[in-house]
C-alpha cells in the first residue's frame, strides 16, 4: 500500500512526527502530497510547539500564514518597548544624569533616571534571549519568553521595593534548588515555562509539567505553588486536575483547573530565599459554578449553577475582579477575594445579544479595564465601575433595573477593525489588528511616551494634545472613529521631526507653525489625519514616484515591512513582538531616498582650442607640475580625500523631503492654513472632518 493511498486525515495525523524539512521533503516528493505542503494543522502544531506561541483565538490563519508565521518566527522576531522607562523597564537607554537643584547628580542618586521613549526602539541584547514567542508588561517590568521556555525580565517586578534591583538588560528568572532550569542542551519539563502571565508586581509561570510557579521578587528564586484544598496532578495531559492556563491580577493570581474550576489565590511572601522545594501551600478559593465540562453527560433537567453557567472558555484577573466567559455565550463577573460571601458569579447581562451574528469569542483585559469580542467585529469594553456597578444590583431587589452605569463602552474606531487584541495600561491602550499594525488610543500622562505616537512636542501632529496643562497627552474624543497607527520606521520620525522644525521654507510656514505652538485643536485633527494617511502609504515612496505596481506591497497577504504579532500594556509603558524584514524595510527607505552627488574636486575636461605649440608649453608646465606634486606625495593625498569624501556622501544619505515644509491643509470649518503654499494632497481623498467632529 502506498503513502499516496492513505485518506487526507491519516496523513494529517501523521504529519505531526515530521520535523519541518522532513515535512517539505516529503510533499516534495509527488504531485499529490505536493498539494499538501500547506496543511493548516501541520502547521499550527509546528508553529506553537517549536515557539511556545500563545493561544490567540481571535488569529486566522490558513496554512501558508501559518508556515509564514513558523519562518518569521525564526529569524524575524524583535521586541520593541515604549513609554515611561523609570525603572529600566523598557530595556533601553541607559541611565542619564539630570541636575537636582543646580547640582550635579552623585551616582546612586535619584537623580539619575532612565530616558523615557516616545516611539517603539528595540530592546538592548536582545539577541541573549534566543528567539521570543511573547513579551507581557507589568507595573515596573517587561517579561519576555522564549522558544525553550525560559523567562526573562528587564526592570523590576516591585517598583515600590527599593531594595528590589532593577535588571537593565534581559535576565533570566531562576528556580529554587533542586528544580535545574532548562537550557539549549538540557529540557526539563518541570521549569520549561509553557505559558504564562504577569501582573502589577508578580509573574506566574506554568512549565510543560503543569506545575505552577510565581515570582514576586526577580533577584529570588521563583515560589512553587500548591493548594491546601485543591488537587493539582502534573504530566495528566489535559485530564481531571491538570491546569490549563495561569493569569495574573492586581494583587492576586488565578489558574485554571480542571475538574474544579478557576482557582484564585493571593500573591505569595516574597520569601523566596527560604522555600523548601516540596512547594508553598497557600489558601486559595474556587469559583462556584465554572468546573463544568462539555463533554459531561448531564440529566436534562439539571439546573444546577455550574450547567447554567457553562463550560469556562477563558478567564481574566482584573484589580478586584475576575472576568469570564463560557461556552453559553455568557459573560460573568465574581469578585477576586478569597473571603468573598458572594454566592455565585453574576451575569454580565449588557455584553449578550440575542443576534444569531453575535459569539462572543475572547476577553481579555488588564488592571481595571476589560474587553469583550464577538464573532461579528463588535468590541465591548469594560472597567472596574461597571463591574462593581453589577455586584451591587445582584445583591439588591431592584437588581433587574439596568441603567447607565451597567452599559458597555463601544469605541467608533475599534468595531470591524480587525483586531486581534487590546492591550490596556493605566491611562492609554492600544489595539492589535490583524494587519500587523497598532492603533493607539487613551491618555499619555506626563508626556511618557505611552501612546507610542511622537515625542510631547510632535504630538500635535498625529492628532494628540496637551490636556490639563500638567503635561498628559491625549487622543480627542472627534478622533476615536480614526485609527493612529503606531510607526516602527525610524524615518517616518525623522520626517515628522523635521516638518516641525521648518527646514524647508521658514518663512511661508511660520503661520502654520503658530498653530503648532499654539496648540490649535482643529490644525491638530486635521494634521493628525493627514499624516496618519501619510504613514499608510509610507510604502508606495513618494508620489511622484508611485507606479502601479506599487499598490501591492508583495505576494505574502500584503504584510509591511514591520508585522506585529502581540502587543502588551501595563502602567506607563507598553511592548510588541514585531517580524521585522529587513529587506523590504530597506527597500522602502531606498525609495525616500536622493542619490546625492559627491561634491568633489575633479579636473574639468574641456574642449582646448589653443595652438599645438601652446598646447605643448602648456603640458610640460603641467607635467612638471605634476611629477612634483607626486614627488612630495600631494597627489595620493588628493585621491585619499576623494575617496573620503565621497564615502561621506554615501554615508550622509539625503531624503526626498529635505525641502518639504509643515503641510498645508484645509481646517474643518472651512478655512484654509496659513501661507501661500499649495493645499497639501490627500491620499484617498479629502475626509469631511468637520462631520466626523460634530458625529464624535
Not at 227 to 255: C, I, L, M, P, Y
Amino acid at each position: 500500500m502506498l503513502l499516496t493511498d492513505l485518506p487526507t486525515d491519516i496523513l494529517v495525523l501523521i504529519f505531526p512526527c515530521l520535523s519541518a524539512p522532513d515535512f517539505l521533503s516529503l510533499t516534495s516528493s509527488c504531485k499529490a502530497l505536493f498539494t499538501l505542503r500547506q496543511e493548516p494543522s501541520f502547521w499550527h502544531s509546528l508553529t506553537t510547539k517549536t515557539f511556545r506561541l500563545p493561544p490567540q483565538p481571535l488569529l486566522r490563519a490558513d496554512g501558508a500564514r501559518w508556515q509564514w508565521l513558523y519562518k518569521s518566527l525564526a529569524t524575524q522576531s524583535r521586541v520593541y518597548t515604549w513609554g515611561n522607562n523609570q525603572k529600566g523597564n523598557l530595556g533601553h537607554s541607559a541611565y542619564v544624569a539630570q541636575s537636582l537643584r543646580g547640582r550635579p547628580p552623585r551616582f546612586g542618586s535619584r537623580a539619575l533616571r532612565y530616558q523615557s521613549a516616545a516611539v517603539p526602539q528595540e530592546i538592548q541584547n536582545e539577541t541573549a534571549v534566543g528567539i521570543v514567542s511573547d513579551v507581557q508588561c507589568g507595573g515596573w517590568s517587561t517579561v519576555l519568553l522564549n522558544s525553550l521556555g525560559q523567562l526573562f525580565i528587564v526592570g523590576v517586578l516591585n517598583g515600590e521595593r527599593y531594595s528590589h534591583r532593577a535588571a537593565v538588560e534581559p535576565t533570566r528568572l531562576a528556580f529554587p534548588p533542586g528544580y535545574p532550569p532548562t537550557i539549549k542542551d538540557r529540557y526539563d519539563p518541570a521549569t520549561a515555562i509553557s505559558q504564562y502571565s504577569v501582573g502589577r508586581s508578580h509573574v506566574i509561570g506554568l512549565s510543560d509539567s503543569g506545575k505552577i510557579w510565581e515570582w514576586s521578587n526577580s533577584n529570588l528564586k521563583a515560589n512553587f505553588v500548591k493548594f491546601v484544598s485543591v488537587d493539582v496532578v502534573e504530566n495528566h495531559g489535559n485530564g481531571k486536575g491538570s491546569v490549563t492556563r495561569v493569569a495574573a491580577g492586581w494583587a492576586g493570581s488565578s489558574a485554571y483547573v480542571k475538574g474544579s474550576g478557576i482557582v484564585f489565590w493571593k500573591n505569595l511572601l516574597e520569601s523566596g530565599d527560604a522555600i523548601e522545594t516540596d512547594g508553598y501551600l497557600t489558601q486559595s478559593k474556587i469559583v462556584p459554578g465554572t468546573s463544568r465540562q462539555r463533554h459531561q453527560t448531564r440529566a436534562r433537567e439539571d439546573l444546577s449553577l455550574d450547567t447554567r453557567i457553562g463550560e469556562v472558555i477563558n478567564h481574566v484577573v482584573l484589580d478586584h475582579y475576575i472576568v469570564f466567559i463560557t461556552h453559553k455565550n455568557k459573560v460573568f463577573v465574581y469578585p477576586a477575594d478569597i473571603d468573598s460571601p458572594i454566592a455565585e458569579p453574576v451575569e454580565l447581562t449588557t455584553f449578550s445579544q440575542d443576534s444569531p451574528d453575535f459569539h462572543i469569542e475572547d476577553v481579555q483585559g488588564q488592571m481595571c479595564n476589560f474587553s469583550i469580542f464577538s464573532s461579528n467585529g463588535v468590541v465591548l469594553l469594560g472597567n472596574s465601575d461597571l463591574l462593581r456597578a453589577f455586584i451591587e444590583a445582584s445583591q439588591t431587589t431592584v437588581s433587574h433595573l439596568l441603567n447607565a452605569r451597567h452599559q458597555p463602552r463601544i469605541l467608533p474606531a475599534l468595531q470591524n477593525s480587525s483586531i486581534i487584541s487590546l492591550a490596556f495600561g493605566d491611562y492609554h491602550f492600544q489595539a492589535l489588528h490583524s494587519d500587523g499594525t497598532i492603533s493607539s488610543h487613551g491618555t499619555e500622562p506626563h508626556g511618557c511616551g505611552a501612546l507610542g505616537l511622537a515625542s510631547q512636542k510632535l504630538a500635535i501632529l498625529r492628532g494628540a494634545l496637551p490636556d490639563n496643562g500638567d503635561r498628559r497627552v491625549s487622543l480627542p474624543p472627534w478622533d476615536c472613529d480614526g485609527r493612529r497607527t503606531i510607526w516602527f520606521e525610524r524615518e517616518k520620525t525623522m520626517w515628522l521631526r523635521h516638518l516641525s522644525n521648518n527646514e524647508g521654507y521658514k518663512n511661508e510656514a511660520e503661520g502654520r507653525l503658530r498653530l503648532m505652538a499654539r496648540e490649535v485643536a482643529e490644525a491638530s485633527q486635521v494634521w493628525g489625519e493627514w499624516f496618519e494617511r501619510e504613514g499608510r502609504a509610507w510604502h508606495l515612496g513618494p508620489r511622484e514616484t508611485n507606479t502601479a505596481t506599487d499598490k501591492t506591497r508583495n505576494a505574502d497577504g500584503d504584510k509591511g515591512a514591520y508585522f506585529a504579532l502581540k502587543i502588551s500594556a501595563a502602567g506607563w509603558h507598553s511592548g510588541a513582538l514585531v517580524f521585522v524584514d529587513e529587506e523590504k524595510a530597506e527597500r522602502v527607505r531606498q525609495k525616500w531616498l536622493v542619490q546625492p552627488k559627491p561634491s568633489v574636486n575633479r579636473p574639468q575636461t574641456y574642449d582646448d582650442e589653443r595652438s599645438p605649440l601652446m598646447q605643448v608649453m602648456s603640458g610640460a608646465g603641467t607635467w612638471l607640475y605634476e611629477t612634483g606634486r607626486r614627488f612630495l606625495g600631494l597627489t595620493e593625498r588628493d585621491a585619499l580625500q576623494i575617496e573620503k569624501e565621497e564615502t561621506v556622501a554615501d554615508q550622509d544619505p539625503t531624503y526626498v523631503w529635505a525641502n518639504d515644509t509643515l503641510p498645508r491643509l484645509r481646517l474643518p470649518n472651512g478655512e484654509e492654513m496659513p501661507g501661500t503654499a499649495p493645499l497639501a494632497e490627500w491620499r484617498g481623498g479629502e475626509p469631511d472632518l468637520n462631520r466626523r467632529r460634530t458625529d464624535g
